[in-house]
C-alpha cells in the first residue's frame, strides 16, 4: 500500500461545499480523507508527503467537451497525445466526442476507443456516442448497447440536428434509458454558410454573419421537445446572452435541461477575429463583449452548468487558408483552467463556482463518480498555483495541433500538479 | 514627378479603410498624371522597367485584369498573369503555398483577386513584395473605389460634399464597401438605396442613410453609382425576380430624373443591361461608365507606380 499526502494547501471541493486549509490523504488510488479536519493530523507512517503551501488542492477537472482525433485523424490528436495535453492542463477526465472516423456510433467502436484509451491515456476518457448513425441526422444509434459499451452520453457532435422529429425520438428514446442527449444549437440554414457572428464587424470584413437567432431557434426548439419528452437534455456550447435567457426559462420551467459553454466565449469576443485570424475561427462563431459578459453572469448565476474547453484540434491543412475557408475550432485543454481564473481575478465568478463549473457539475451531468474529493473516490487531483504567473507558448503545448486561441496569452495561474487514481501524471517542472 | 509625401507610408494596398485622407488625395494626384500619359500617341513609360508584377487572379474577371496588365505594361514593368484555370490552385495547392511559390520568383509586386474576404491581407503577411488588392471576397476592392473617385472629381472638381447614391446588392459587394470607406473620408454624404434583403446587417452604424426607394434615395444626388446583382441572387433567394427587381431598384430616366439634373451615372461593370440599369440609361449622356474604364487604368498605374516605383526606393525621380 502506498500513503500520499498533500498537506498544507487550501482543499477546495465544491461537491463538498469545501474551501478551507487542509489536506489531502491519498492510498493507493484513492482518497481517504479531504478537508480542514485532515489538517495538522500528521502524516502517516512511510507516506509521501506534499507540501502544498500557497497551493489549491482541487478535484481533477472533468471536461465535457473534447474532440479527439482517434481513429481517422490521428495527424490532428491521439488519444495519447490528447491525454498529456489534459494532464498538463489539470484535467484528469474528458468526454470525447464521437466525430472521429469512422464515427462513434457503434458499440466496438466505442469499446475500441477505451481500450486504446486504456493502453495509451493518462488521464480518464469517457467516450460520447452518436445520436445518429454516421452523424448524419436520420437513423437512431444503439443508445442501449452503446451506453452498456461505456458511452456516457449522446451528442452528433459539431453537427446540429435538422430534423425536429429525428431530434424528438432521440430525446424520447433516451429518456427510457436515463441517457443525455448534447447538442450543439446552430441552425444551418439560418446561419446561411456564415462564419463569424452578425453585426457591424462581419460587415466591415467582408464575412458572412451567423446570427444568433441562428443558435436560439435551434435552442428553443430543443427546449420545447425536451419539455414534450421530458428527457435530460444538454445545450452543449452557448454564446449569447439570449440563449442563456431561454436555457434560464426552461428551467424555471422545471425542464431536465442544463447548459454548457466554451471557455473561448467566455474569455474572448468578435473582435479577435480582425485580421482574419483563423484561430480564432469557431462555432458558435465569438459574439460581441456584452454576449461574453452575459456567458459569465450565466454561469455565476446558475444557468450554465459547465464550462468545457471545446477542445477541436485542427491541422494547417484546415486553418492555414483565408478565414472563411478554414474549420472552425480551436485548442484547449491545456489552457481551459488558466482562462478560466481570468473570471475568478476579474471578479465575476467566485472560486467555488469557477471550480465546480469544471469539476462536480460536468461529472454530475455525465453521470461520472469523478470531479470530487470525497472520501472513497478516486484519487483525480489537480493542484493549482492560482497566481503563477505564464505566457502560453505555441511550443511547449502538448496537442499534436497548434490552434489556440491563447497562443501568446499572458495567465495567472496555471496546474502545478495532477494526479490521476494517485499517480502523477503531470508535474510542473521549472 | 510629385515627391511622395511623409504620409503615404503603405507597403501594400489592400484596401481603403487604412487609408488617410491625404493618401487618397495623393493618389488621385498622380492618377491625373497618368490619364495624360495614357492619351498620348506614346504611352509607354520607364518608371517600372526592370519590375515584375504578377497578377493572381482566382477568380475569372477580364475586365479588372486587363486593366492592371495595361497599367503594369505602360509603366514598363514585366506583367505575367496567372489565373485560377491554368494554375495549381485546382489541384489542391492552398493560396499560401501558391503565394510562397510566387514569391520565391521574387516579383516585385502582386495583384490579387480572390474569393475569401481577408485573402489579399493573409498573401501580405506571407510574401516579401507589395500586395494589391483586386478584389477579395466582400470586402474591398480599393481600385475601384479609386477610380470612381477619380471620375467623380474630374466631373464634379470636388469629392466633399457631394450627394452619392450607391444603389442595389450593397450586401455582397466589395465595391460598395470600397466606396463607403472612401466616400465617407473624403466627406461626401453616401446614401445607400435597395431592398432590405440586400444591406449588410449594421450598415447604419457606418455613416450612410439607407433608402429602400430609388426615389427617396436618388433625390438630390450629384452621382448615382449602380452595383451589378448576380443573377443567381435574383431568382427568389434575395429578389423575388429580374423584372421587379427592374421595376422598383433598376435605373430608368423617370427614377434618374429624381436625382440633380447634371447628376453622373456609374457603374463598375460588367452591367445587366435591362437587371439593374436600363440599357439606354447606361449610353446616356449622363453616363460616365466608360470613363472609369479610362481612370481605371489610371488609378493602377498610379499605384504600381507608387507602391513599386524607384522613388519607393529612394533612388531618385525619373
Known sequence: MSTLLLANGRVVDPSRGIDATGAVLVEDDHIVAAGPDVHNQGAPEGAEIIDCKGRIIAPGLVDGRVFIGEPGYEYRETIRSASEAAAAGGVTSLVMMPDTSPVMDEPSLVEYVLRTARATSLVRIHPAAAITRGLRGQEMTEFGLLREAGAVAFTDGRNTLESPVVMRRAMTYARDFDAVIASETQDEALAAGGVMNEGKLATLMGLPGVPREAELISLQRDLALAGLTGARYHAAKISCMMSADAVRRAKDNGHKVTAGVSINHLSLNENDVQGYRTFYRLSPPLRDELDRHAMANAIADGTIDVVVSSHDPQDVDTKRLPFAEAAPGAIGLETLLAALLRRVHDGTLNLMRAIEVVTSAPAALFGLPYGTLKPGSKADIAIIDLDAPWEVSDKDLRSHSRNSCFENARMSGRVIRTIVSGRTVFELND | ?318
Open chain 2, 1 to 318: 514627378m510629385v515627391a511622395r509625401p511623409h504620409s503615404f507610408s503603405m507597403r501594400h494596398l489592400l484596401g481603403i479603410r487604412s487609408l488617410s485622407e491625404q493618401d487618397i488625395e495623393f493618389l488621385l494626384d498622380r492618377a491625373e498624371k497618368a490619364v495624360e500619359v495614357s492619351r498620348r500617341p506614346d504611352k509607354k513609360t520607364s518608371s517600372l522597367r526592370g519590375r515584375t508584377q504578377i497578377n493572381l487572379f482566382f477568380e475569372a474577371s477580364t475586365r479588372t485584369q486587363a486593366s492592371f496588365e495595361l497599367a503594369g505594361k505602360r509603366l514598363g514593368a514585366d506583367v505575367m498573369n496567372m489565373s485560377v484555370a491554368s494554375s495549381s490552385v485546382k489541384k489542391g495547392e492552398t493560396l499560401i503555398d501558391t503565394a510562397m511559390t510566387l514569391n520565391a520568383m521574387r516579383p516585385d509586386i502582386l495583384v490579387i483577386r480572390h474569393g475569401s474576404s481577408g485573402a489579399a491581407e493573409l498573401l501580405a503577411q506571407k510574401v516579401d513584395c507589395a500586395v494589391v488588392n483586386a478584389g477579395d471576397g466582400q470586402h474591398e476592392h480599393p481600385t475601384q473605389a479609386l477610380l470612381d473617385a477619380l471620375t467623380i472629381r474630374r466631373h464634379k472638381g470636388r469629392l466633399q460634399g457631394l450627394t452619392v447614391a450607391i444603389c442595389g446588392d450593397v450586401l455582397h459587394s466589395r465595391v460598395a464597401r470600397s466606396n463607403i470607406f472612401l466616400l465617407g473620408k473624403m466627406g461626401a454624404r453616401i446614401r445607400l438605396v435597395g431592398p432590405s434583403t440586400l444591406m449588410p446587417a449594421g450598415i447604419d452604424e457606418f455613416g450612410v442613410e439607407v433608402f429602400h426607394r430609388m426615389e427617396d434615395g436618388l433625390a438630390g444626388a450629384d452621382v448615382v453609382m449602380m452595383l451589378r446583382l448576380q443573377r443567381e441572387r435574383m431568382s427568389g433567394a434575395f429578389v423575388p425576380s429580374e423584372r421587379e427587381y427592374f421595376r422598383y431598384f433598376g435605373l430608368d430616366a423617370e427614377k434618374l430624373a429624381f436625382a440633380k439634373d447634371d447628376a453622373i451615372v456609374m457603374h463598375p461593370g460588367p452591367m445587366n443591361r435591362g437587371v439593374e440599369i436600363a440599357s439606354l440609361m447606361a449610353d446616356a449622356p449622363q453616363s460616365v461608365i466608360e470613363e472609369q474604364v479610362e481612370m481605371g487604368v489610371a488609378v493602377r498605374m498610379a499605384v504600381l507606380e507608387l507602391l513599386a516605383g524607384p522613388s519607393h526606393n529612394e533612388e531618385g525621380s525619373s
